[in-house]
């Protein structure tokens, strides 16, 4: 059955960094032509596997397995559907485990999820789970061939109350059963080796994947950064705020940044690159960062 590959497997028998792309699944069918010609340009990168998203309170169910057979079907592979604790019961969460096995995925990225839109604290369903190490446990208690991914936060999860708390609460998850961590993004590679070596030396072995994010304008990383406590380089940001309305030069600047933190991330060993590629292809498949792939993944 298409999809059964674990990206476990990949990790282990990798003989180069691994990439691998994240989409969302779109509000409507001009938002579906969208996704499908950007993953379509982008199975010229080759990606060793592509992830999609959750919605909040499980808004997007639906269309989240909708886009993970639209690109299974496109030939990627294997396709790694999110799956978070909003909005859902353990006997919701339970079924939701038992249709994605039954439909032949084996690789699930594991998430407790951030509030609903208007909403600040988390709060879990009636009968719900609080915490992702509890979704974890109920995934491999369904079904044990699945292979969990958690993620990790280079700067601090928002919530934790120490960068300390924070590496004991990762430790949680990969206790229950996860298998290996993709971070948020950031755009200092230095958050992600000393997160790395924090991780390390409190005995988390598991591999832990680099998220990224080429910056295309000042406007869009200042969205993003405001919701997972991600930090802006002063360098980065005063060169996309003089770009100011010159889109083109603002997704050059981007581009460059991006391969340059590559180059460092892949030239000191991490083992591959997560992109959040917004379901746009321009970004990812810009000739300087296909080439900085190319000098790794040859």
Same mark, same amino acid.
């Given at each position: 059955?298409?999809?059964?590959?674990?990206?476990?497997?990949?990790?282990?028998?990798?003989?180069?960094?691994?990439?691998?792309?994240?989409?969302?699944?779109?509000?409507?069918?001009?938002?579906?032509?969208?996704?499908?010609?950007?993953?379509?340009?982008?199975?010229?990168?080759?990606?060793?596997?592509? %992830? !999609?998203?959750?919605?909040?309170?499980?808004? %997007?169910?639906?269309?989240?397995?909708?886009?993970?057979?639209?690109?299974?079907?496109?030939?990627?592979?294997?396709?790694?559907?999110?799956? %978070?604790?909003?909005?859902?019961?353990?006997?919701?969460?339970?079924?939701?485990?038992?249709?994605?096995?039954?439909?032949?995925?084996?690789?699930?990225?594991?998430?407790?999820?951030?509030?609903?839109?208007?909403?600040?604290?988390?709060?879990?369903?009636?009968?719900?789970?609080?915490?992702?190490?509890?979704?974890?446990?109920?995934?491999?208690?369904?079904?044990?061939?699945?292979?969990?991914? !958690?993620?990790?936060?280079?700067?601090?999860?928002?919530?934790?109350?120490?960068?300390?708390?924070?590496?004991?609460?990762?430790?949680?998850?990969?206790?229950?059963?996860?298998?290996?961590? %993709?971070?948020?993004?950031?755009?200092?590679?230095?958050?992600?080796?000393?997160?790395?070596?924090?991780?390390?030396?409190?005995?988390?072995?598991?591999?832990?994947?680099?998220?990224?994010?080429?910056?295309?304008?000042?406007?869009?990383?200042?969205?993003?950064?405001?919701?997972?406590?991600?930090?802006?380089?002063?360098?980065?940001?005063?060169?996309?705020?003089?770009?100011?309305?010159?889109?083109?030069?603002?997704?050059?600047?981007?581009?460059?940044?991006?391969?340059?933190?590559?180059?460092?991330?892949?030239?000191?060993?991490?083992?591959?690159?997560?992109?959040?590629?917004?379901?746009?292809?321009?970004?990812?498949?810009?000739?300087?960062?296909?080439?900085?792939?190319?000098?790794?993944?040859?």
């Amino acid at each position: 059955m298409p999809g059964n590959t674990t990206i476990c497997e990949l990790l282990r028998g990798r003989k180069r960094p691994l990439l691998s792309f994240e989409f969302f699944p779109p509000k409507d069918q001009r938002g579906l032509d969208a996704l499908r010609y950007a993953a379509e340009k982008l199975s010229g990168a080759r990606p060793d596997f592509v %992830t !999609v998203t959750y919605g909040a309170g499980g808004s %997007t169910r639906e269309r989240t397995l909708q886009v993970c057979d639209i690109l299974r079907e496109m030939g990627f592979g294997p396709v790694m559907p999110h799956l %978070t604790c909003v909005g859902s019961s353990r006997a919701e969460l339970a079924a939701v485990a038992d249709e994605l096995h039954g439909l032949g995925y084996r690789n699930v990225m594991t998430l407790r999820g951030d509030p609903p839109k208007g909403e600040k604290v988390f709060r879990p369903a009636a009968d719900g789970l609080a915490h992702a190490s509890d979704l974890v446990a109920l995934l491999k208690g369904r079904h044990a061939d699945f292979c969990l991914g !958690v993620a990790g936060y280079p700067e601090k999860h928002p919530e934790a109350g120490s960068l300390e708390a924070d590496i004991e609460h990762l430790h949680g998850k990969l206790a229950a059963g996860a298998e290996f961590v %993709t971070t948020q993004l950031f755009f200092d590679n230095r958050f992600y080796f000393d997160f790395v070596q924090r991780c390390r030396n409190h005995g988390i072995l598991q591999p832990i994947l680099p998220g990224l994010m080429p910056a295309l304008s000042y406007r869009q990383i200042e969205r993003f950064v405001s919701t997972c406590g991600a930090s802006v380089p002063p360098a980065l940001a005063k060169a996309l705020h003089e770009a100011g309305d010159d889109g083109e030069a603002a997704v050059e600047i981007g581009i460059e940044w991006a391969v340059r933190q590559i180059d460092d991330l892949l030239k000191n060993g991490a083992p591959g690159i997560h992109l959040y590629v917004l379901n746009r292809s321009r970004a990812a498949l810009a000739p300087a960062l296909t080439e900085c792939f190319a000098r790794y993944r040859a």
